[in-house]
């Protein structure tokens, strides 16, 4: 056994140099020579358009993400959302370019985008709220219903935006609690800004007795208007009996201020309202529930 695998080791250069000599012969090297040019000239021009594809491609998804980031920047659109969409551009671009590239030489590429299509359905899936709120968030940042530091009314709660995130939206309560509220229930549900305007309208309902003079209740409360220097005179304010009510004669009270001053003159006018009309002995309704005994005398 031993001597036949001398035989067999040393049987191995002569073949190897049998297969160089015949590599050698001219009309083996014409024939390969032949067979390289046949597949230069058939597979040459192919090669060549898939490289001419895959740098003009990649040239312009380059110029793709600087135009993404250029528009994106000048909007002011966050720099966390700028770096993560112009790299999601870029990358989607060159998948396209690989793909393309690949059908160029001739490479069946059906089963690659059926893969990457069953990838992305499967990841879609997975992902589907957090890529809801993604979404989300983005359309917020893009077209700004609300910036940090407004007042809000969205999604069950209200407060004040401290930070809007890719994926979630921070408020701060009036009473400092911190709310963390999903960015697809702000987006998915009607959104209240109380900051956006630079004024708003006070709205009080001032009750009244039946009995009371109301030529003096709308002098007083005219009086109260004037004299708070908060309340804009233009618009012009409006005080109008504007309901006939069951225990109370109702007046409402319209008047315009800066958004600053809402919740001041509002608490202020309350506390106003109520001292004037006391000093004038003008009542104001409460309810009452009168209550009747009636005693049952035994057979």
Do not use: C
């Not at 909007?75 to 370019?97: G, H, R, W």
């Not at 890719?166 to 549900?189: C, E, H, Q, R």
Request: a negative charge; charged letters at 20%.
């Amino acid at each position: 056994m031993a001597q036949e695998k001398v035989v067999e080791a040393a049987a191995e250069p002569v073949d190897v140099v049998k297969e160089v000599t015949s590599l050698m012969d001219p009309d083996n090297t014409s024939q390969l020579l032949q067979a390289g040019m046949d597949l230069l000239m058939q597979y040459g021009p192919r090669l060549l358009a898939a490289i001419v594809i895959f740098y003009i491609g990649k040239l312009l998804s380059k110029w793709l993400k600087r135009l993404v980031t250029r528009m994106m920047t000048r909007a002011s659109v966050d720099p966390l959302i700028v770096s993560f969409t112009s790299s999601l551009v870029y990358m989607a671009m060159m998948v396209f370019v690989v793909v393309a590239t690949l059908g160029q030489v001739g490479i069946q590429t059906t089963s690659f985008i059926a893969i990457l299509g069953a990838a992305g359905l499967a990841i879609g899936l997975a992902l589907q709220g957090s890529l809801s709120n993604f979404a989300a968030g983005f359309l917020l940042i893009i077209f700004r219903p609300f910036k940090v530091g407004d007042v809000i009314e969205a999604a069950g709660v209200t407060g004040k935006v401290d930070e809007i995130q890719i994926f979630t939206t921070t408020m701060k309560t009036p009473d400092n609690k911190t709310i963390i509220v999903p960015n697809a229930k702000l987006s998915g549900d009607n959104i209240i800004n109380y900051s956006t305007q630079e004024t708003r309208r006070v709205d009080m309902v001032v009750g009244v007795s039946y009995d009371a003079d109301l030529k003096e209740v709308r002098s007083i409360l005219t009086d109260i208007v004037n004299k708070d220097g908060r309340i804009l005179k233009d618009p012009e304010p409006l005080i109008v009996v504007g309901e006939l009510a069951d225990s109370s004669v109702n007046f409402f009270v319209r008047v315009w201020v800066n958004s600053a001053d809402y919740w001041g003159v509002y608490f202020d006018a309350n506390e106003t309202v109520k001292l004037r009309m006391d000093e004038a002995g003008i009542g104001i309704p409460y309810p009452q529930r009168d209550v009747h005994l009636y005693e049952h005398k035994a057979a």
